[in-house]
């Protein structure tokens, strides 16, 4: 299949359209490149099959190729500026292994509220002598006792010395 580049509304009036849409005027310096090629950045060894190792700088087009058009004279050669040390500090902070890490800003958290003592039917009650009752489901709560010191408790229950 032949494409006319140059017929009346063809590739080239396209291509002239979109130059003419992107603000590109006569006098610009275009470069027109190939993308989707390989080039062979090897030096083979005499005898081997070229199909499989292409001689160096062979360059191969590949079916899908693309036809680049880039505007020099439009390109933006300007250098990012570093971020200044103070504007930095804010924005990062060095952890312990001197490492920047982004600074975040937590939150404001609200007045804390009173707890609300827990409904007898959540499983848990007060009870009268510091300890809590425990329902077990089952008939009767089980009562723990409450802790005074670290002497009252017995770690290893069933077991004595």
């Known amino acids: ?90 924005k990062f902070h060095y952890g312990d292994d001197g490492q920047l890490y982004k600074t975040r800003e937590l939150e404001e958290l609200p007045e804390p509220q009173g707890v609300d003592a827990p409904r007898a039917s959540a499983g848990a009650e007060a009870s009268h002598g510091g300890g809590e009752t425990l329902s077990t489901g089952k008939g009767l709560p089980r009562r723990y006792g409450s802790l005074d010191s670290w002497d009252d408790i017995d770690l290893a229950p069933g077991l004595t010395d």
């Open 1 to 90: 299949m032949a494409i006319d580049l140059w017929t009346e509304g063809g590739v080239m009036d396209t291509v002239q359209s979109t130059a003419l849409e992107l603000g590109w005027e006569e006098g610009d310096e275009i470069i027109i490149k190939i993308a989707g090629t390989r080039t062979s950045g090897i030096h083979q060894t005499e005898g081997a099959n070229a199909r499989w190792s292409p001689p160096f700088g062979d360059v191969r087009h590949n079916t899908d190729a693309q036809i680049v058009i880039e505007n020099l004279s439009r390109r933006d050669l300007t250098k990012s500026e570093p971020i200044q040390q103070d504007e930095l500090l804010a």
